[in-house]
């Protein structure tokens, strides 16, 4: 018995540490080229590649490790009803961006949005064949709560749903803020995890992105909440809230199926961990809740259209498109999963044949041109990921002459191109830094004390970076596993700023000696 343990734990150990050596691959790759480089987005969604001066970036590490050296002498805890305050204050600022820049939705947001008006009118022409929720029936959760929103929030129903991601955003802060003090045990790092991901602005814009970004981040992280009380007090109403939220999640954004996977995986670990096997009822109630809500949506949709659920364009599209060139970057949307979808007569099978036909012509390609293949990723890796605004100024740009309606100058400002647009791109470009940077040095310190659950924010990032190589690429899913980094990053300071100044002690002893 003993030795199985001792196996078990030493199986543990290998897992994090091949975790945590892929996690500090990519975050390094990540932090150098932050630094030394980084990219923009217009309002086409067409990528610059720009370069950055890393003396700036190396000033800017320098003070932030500096500052947390001051916050670490820091003996009281901040006051609550301060936090409360801020917070209060932040809501209010958001509610009054919303309403101020009276964003109408763009892209796929606006046919969702639009589409929702027909069906209150009775008219359910975009489920015919050709037609929009027919390529793109995994956007049907996302219809069915605009649809349902509709009746609460009337005409302007797209405000409505701005202010409501305004409150998911609340919920996803304080749950990271949550899981950031189970993780750690350490209430200075959860209340300045807290503060960083107020100071991380590109997530705010995202509140005018009425797309199922946030609402689907949410669940996912109540979700992770109540897994982690489930596997601490294995109360069964945890674990059913859990289940139902990871199946909301996925439902307002199908790219969340990355979570339960992550979650899983940390499930798995625990396993073999502390050899729990019940664990392997945690894993079927999640899969059931992921289940229940995919076969669910369409039942609904059913009742109220009365039309069908289709298979639609098949997921591969997005892969193959994902390995293509296009005009805005490597891996970006260049239209072929519609194009596929419509020259195969809109037959799911015969447009899997072709997709599947196409993917080994892209596979053959980057076998025959490695110097190509390499350069392909990189640049698809890096307008990802290393685009600081995460395309939070795109959301606001790209209207329609005939849609525009006179914006307030600071509107116009901030998400214009101009000199306020511009500061805010260096201020997001050195904060990308300061967290990636934060992040490496918290894994580097803490690489032989780390336990499977602080793990569990880079098992979500991890999924996503890899996921992503392959996939359609966008920043607008890349930022939802970059703010995770945040705890790491705030955690990172905090130790490396106390060891350097114990270091400093210790030298300035030794000289007065």
């Given at each position: 018995?003993?030795?199985?343990?001792?196996?078990?734990?030493?199986?543990?150990?290998i897992?994090?540490?091949?975790?945590?050596?892929?996690?500090?691959?990519?975050?390094?790759?990540?932090?150098?080229?932050?630094?030394?480089?980084?990219?923009?987005?217009?309002?086409?969604?067409?990528t610059?590649?720009?370069?950055?001066?890393?003396?700036?970036h190396?000033?800017?590490?320098?003070?932030?490790?500096?500052?947390?050296?001051?916050?670490?002498?820091?003996?009281?805890d901040?006051?609550?009803?301060?936090?409360?305050?801020?917070?209060?204050?932040?809501?209010?600022?958001?509610?009054?961006?919303?309403?101020?820049?009276?964003?109408?939705p763009r892209?796929?947001?606006r046919?969702?949005y639009?589409i929702?008006?027909?069906?209150?009118?009775g008219?359910?022409?975009s489920?015919?064949?050709?037609?929009?929720?027919?390529?793109?029936?995994?956007?049907?959760?996302?219809?069915?709560?605009?649809?349902?929103?509709?009746?609460?929030?009337g005409?302007?129903?797209?405000?409505?749903?701005?202010?409501?991601?305004?409150?998911?955003?609340?919920?996803?802060?304080?749950?990271i803020?949550?899981?950031?003090?189970y993780?750690f045990?350490?209430?200075?790092?959860?209340?300045?995890?807290l503060?960083?991901?107020?100071?991380?602005?590109?997530?705010?814009?995202?509140i005018?992105?009425?797309?199922?970004?946030?609402?689907?981040?949410?669940?996912?992280?109540?979700?992770?909440?109540?897994?982690?009380?489930?596997?601490?007090?294995?109360?069964?109403?945890?674990?059913?809230?859990?289940?139902?939220?990871?199946?909301?999640?996925?439902m307002?954004?199908?790219?969340?199926?990355i979570?339960?996977?992550?979650?899983?995986?940390?499930?798995?670990?625990?396993?073999?961990?502390n050899?729990?096997?019940?664990?392997?009822?945690?894993?079927?109630?999640?899969?059931?809740g992921?289940?229940?809500?995919?076969?669910?949506?369409?039942i609904?949709?059913?009742e109220?259209?009365?039309?069908?659920?289709?298979?639609?364009?098949?997921?591969?599209?997005?892969?193959e498109?994902?390995?293509?060139?296009?005009t805005?970057?490597?891996?970006?949307?260049?239209?072929?999963n519609?194009?596929?979808?419509?020259?195969?007569?809109?037959d799911?099978?015969?447009?899997?044949?072709?997709?599947?036909?196409?993917?080994?012509?892209?596979?053959?390609?980057?076998?025959?041109?490695?110097?190509?293949?390499?350069?392909?990723?990189?640049?698809k890796?890096?307008?990802?990921?290393?685009?600081p605004?995460f395309?939070?100024?795109?959301?606001?740009?790209g209207?329609?002459?005939?849609?525009?309606?006179?914006?307030?100058?600071?509107?116009?400002?901030?998400?214009?191109?101009?000199k306020?647009?511009?500061?805010?791109?260096?201020?997001?470009?050195?904060?990308?830094?300061?967290i990636?940077?934060g992040?490496?040095?918290?894994?580097?310190?803490?690489?032989?004390k780390?336990?499977?659950?602080?793990?569990v924010?880079?098992?979500?990032?991890?999924?996503?970076?890899?996921?992503?190589?392959?996939?359609?690429?966008?920043c607008?899913?890349?930022?939802?596993y970059?703010?995770?980094?945040i705890?790491?990053?705030?955690?990172?300071?905090?130790q490396?700023?106390?060891?350097?100044?114990?270091?400093?002690?210790?030298?300035?002893?030794?000289?007065?000696?």
């Amino acid at each position: 018995m003993v030795i199985s343990v001792e196996i078990n734990k030493k199986i543990e150990k290998i897992i994090i540490y091949a975790v945590e050596i892929i996690f500090i691959f990519i975050l390094s790759f990540l932090t150098i080229e932050s630094m030394f480089r980084s990219c923009s987005i217009t309002s086409s969604e067409t990528t610059t590649y720009l370069f950055d001066n890393p003396i700036i970036h190396i000033i800017t590490i320098s003070i932030t490790i500096f500052i947390f050296s001051k916050i670490n002498k820091i003996k009281k805890d901040i006051d609550k009803k301060i936090v409360i305050g801020l917070v209060c204050i932040w809501g209010l600022i958001s509610a009054i961006w919303i309403f101020m820049s009276n964003l109408y939705p763009r892209a796929d947001q606006r046919y969702i949005y639009n589409i929702t008006l027909q069906m209150k009118k009775g008219i359910f022409d975009s489920f015919e064949i050709g037609k929009y929720m027919v390529a793109n029936p995994h956007q049907l959760g996302l219809l069915l709560y605009e649809y349902i929103f509709s009746f609460i929030f009337g005409v302007k129903n797209y405000l409505g749903l701005q202010l409501i991601n305004v409150v998911a955003l609340f919920i996803t802060y304080f749950s990271i803020y949550k899981l950031t003090t189970y993780m750690f045990k350490d209430k200075k790092t959860s209340i300045c995890t807290l503060i960083g991901l107020f100071l991380f602005i590109p997530m705010w814009f995202y509140i005018t992105f009425i797309y199922g970004n946030i609402i689907g981040l949410m669940f996912s992280m109540i979700s992770l909440v109540f897994i982690l009380k489930y596997l601490e007090k294995n109360k069964i109403v945890y674990l059913i809230t859990a289940s139902i939220c990871i199946g909301l999640a996925i439902m307002f954004k199908s790219n969340y199926l990355i979570m339960l996977i992550a979650i899983v995986c940390i499930i798995i670990l625990d396993m073999i961990s502390n050899k729990k096997i019940n664990n392997i009822g945690i894993i079927i109630a999640l899969i059931l809740g992921y289940l229940v809500m995919k076969i669910l949506v369409p039942i609904i949709a059913f009742e109220i259209t009365g039309k069908e659920k289709v298979k639609g364009i098949p997921m591969l599209a997005y892969v193959e498109m994902g390995i293509q060139e296009g005009t805005r970057a490597p891996g970006w949307y260049n239209g072929y999963n519609r194009k596929v979808y419509a020259n195969n007569k809109y037959d799911y099978e015969k447009t899997t044949i072709q997709v599947k036909k196409d993917i080994k012509e892209s596979i053959s390609n980057f076998k025959n041109n490695p110097k190509y293949t390499v350069e392909f990723f990189y640049k698809k890796v890096v307008s990802q990921w290393n685009n600081p605004t995460f395309q939070c100024f795109w959301i606001g740009r790209g209207i329609k002459d005939a849609e525009k309606k006179v914006k307030p100058a600071i509107v116009r400002a901030i998400n214009g191109n101009g000199k306020t647009n511009k500061i805010l791109f260096e201020y997001t470009n050195i904060i990308q830094t300061i967290i990636l940077f934060g992040a490496t040095i918290c894994i580097l310190i803490n690489f032989k004390k780390i336990n499977g659950k602080q793990l569990v924010f880079a098992v979500m990032f991890i999924g996503g970076f890899l996921f992503h190589i392959v996939w359609e690429a966008k920043c607008q899913y890349t930022i939802s596993y970059f703010i995770l980094l945040i705890p790491y990053s705030i955690r990172g300071y905090l130790q490396l700023s106390k060891k350097i100044q114990e270091f400093l002690n210790n030298k300035y002893k030794k000289l007065i000696k």
